[in-house]
Nanobody, 124 residues
Framework: QVQLVESGGGLVQAGGSLRLSCAASGRTFSRYAMGWFRQAPGKEREFVATINWTGGTTYYADSVKGRFTISRDNAKNTVYLQLNSLKPEDTAVYYC?????????????????WGQGTQVTVSS
């Protein structure tokens, strides 16, 4: 069993930056692929970024490519999402998710473990 706890959300002006963290419990974290998803009010949850178990493969949604960066530190059982050049349309609750299969996936149905979410609000 893996428990995920996100942190780092907040209120930021357009063009600003935030770094989200997701701390995982459990000794098998390093074998898991991890992903970030987000859900804006009134919208479905959408894929943001994913990283494989080694950190050597990443994949991004087109809407965040070039602005967001996913990374992980397996020694610290933590995955990060660096958010740069934020836009008001990035406003959402951001969720961290873990996948026992070590390969990347953009589908939320492929993730077994989810955090509680952290709010990111970007003002114009």
């Amino acid at each position: 069993q893996v428990q995920l706890v996100e942190s780092g959300g907040g209120l930021v002006q357009a063009g600003g930056s935030l770094r989200l963290s997701c701390a995982a419990s459990g000794r098998t974290f390093s074998r898991y692929a991890m992903g970030w998803f987000r859900q804006a009010p009134g919208k479905e949850r959408e894929f943001v970024a994913t990283i494989n178990w080694t950190g050597g493969t990443t994949y991004y949604a087109d809407s965040v490519k070039g602005r967001f960066t996913i990374s992980r530190d397996n020694a610290k059982n933590t995955v990060y999402l660096q958010l740069n050049s934020l836009k008001p349309e990035d406003t959402a609750v951001y969720y961290c998710a873990g996948r026992r299969d070590g390969s990347v996936s953009t589908r939320d149905r492929n993730y077994s473990y989810w955090g509680q979410g952290t709010q990111v609000t970007v003002s114009s």
